[in-house]
Nanobody, 121 residues
Framework: QVHLVESGGGSVQAGGSLRLSCTAS?????IGWFRQVPGKEREGLGA???????SIADSVKGRFTMSTENAMRTLYLQMDNLKPEDTAMYYC??????????????????WGQGTQVTVSS
């Protein structure tokens, strides 16, 4: 079992930056970031696996960057040039099963509680 805790959310003006952190209780094969706005489907932002593979969604490519530390037990999401449409609850998710590490949310077994990001115009 992998316990995940997100932090770093908050309120920021458009054009600003935030760095989200996710701390995992154990190393998972695949770990990633998702976000969700009430009433909308959850959106996968990107994921990293222990084999060095990574993916990032086109919607945030060039503005959001993922990185890891501590044998992938800490996952960061650096968010730059934030826009009001980035306002959402941001979640960290992980799975221990190997295989393609993409952003299909149903492939992830473990989820954090989320951290809110609010971007004002």
């Amino acid at each position: 079992q992998v316990h995940l805790v997100e932090s770093g959310g908050g309120s920021v003006q458009a054009g600003g930056s935030l760095r989200l952190s996710c701390t995992a209780s154990a190393t998972a094969y695949c770990i990633g970031w998702f976000r969700q706005v009430p009433g909308k489907e959850r959106e996968g932002l990107g994921a990293i696996d222990t084999d060095g593979g990574r993916s990032i969604a086109d919607s945030v490519k060039g503005r959001f960057t993922m990185s890891t530390e501590n044998a992938m037990r800490t996952l960061y999401l650096q968010m730059d040039n934030l826009k009001p449409e980035d306002t959402a609850m941001y979640y960290c998710a992980a799975r221990t099963l190997t295989g393609f590490c993409g952003t299909l949310d149903r492939a992830f077994r473990y989820w954090g509680q989320g951290t809110q990001v609010t971007v004002s115009s």
